[in-house]
């Protein structure tokens, strides 16, 4: 790991956190569903399933895309939190509707990601 | 009451807590050598972290500033949900990984919820501050 790595993934966890940090000011919670979190952590998903794929392994431009954009774009925390705030308000069907759907649909993006990546990566391949 | 930060200084504080986040989550993910424990301690750690914060910071004047910096931010940063998916997916025994993908979650919510509890035994004057949420 070389210092070069480190700045790599602190640019692309800022470029990262700067999106989710925005996608959640424009999409407010909607009746207490958070949607912005919800787009951040799907799309997330599939960039990484892309990004991890598509991109050397070990490389700091895998560094930038894979552990700093997408890892800082998603977030567990607040996925976390925002399920307790949901159940404290008594939310039980928003709350499972919102888990359920985080996660469905964040395996689909990812799957999706490792197939279009794996298929870039062989199709740039001569 | 504090009235929040404007969106570009929310997105900004965001943004600077995550790339410290990341740097820490990079640091402890290549020092346990990848793959599943790293996302538990990292994730379950960061939940319940962002509780603690979430019930020390509400109704604090220093909130405005401190709640974006340090819980989407730099929790936010710290844990991921994009590397959890894609391991996941990747997995070789799909049904072992969902499981776990969902223990995960009944466990993440469980460390938000208890850290949240132990921040309203320490602070009981607060409440949920909405920015802090974000």
Known sequence: MTVWTLLAVALGGFAGGALRGWLTTVLRPCDGFPRGVLVANVAGSLALGLATTALPAGSPV??????????????????SLDLVVLLEHRRHRTAAGYALLSLGAGLLAAALGLLL??????SLTP | ???PPSAGTHVLLVAAGSAVGAVLRFL????AGGGWAALWTLNLAGAALLGLLTGLLAGRRSARWLAPLLGPGLLGGFT?????????????GPVAAVAQLGAMTLLGALAAWAGLVLARRLHPHGDVPAEARR
């Open chain 1, 117 to 122: 990546g794996t298929w870039l990566q062989e």
């Open chain 2, 28 to 31: 402890l993910d290549t020092a």
């Open chain 1, 62 to 79: 895998l560094a930038l895309a894979g552990a700093g954009f997408c890892g800082a774009l998603t977030t567990w925390s607040t996925f």
């Open chain 2, 80 to 92: 991921t949900f994009s590397a959890v998916l894609v391991l996941t997916v990747g997995s070789t």
């Open chain 2, 1 to 3: 009451m504090t009235t």
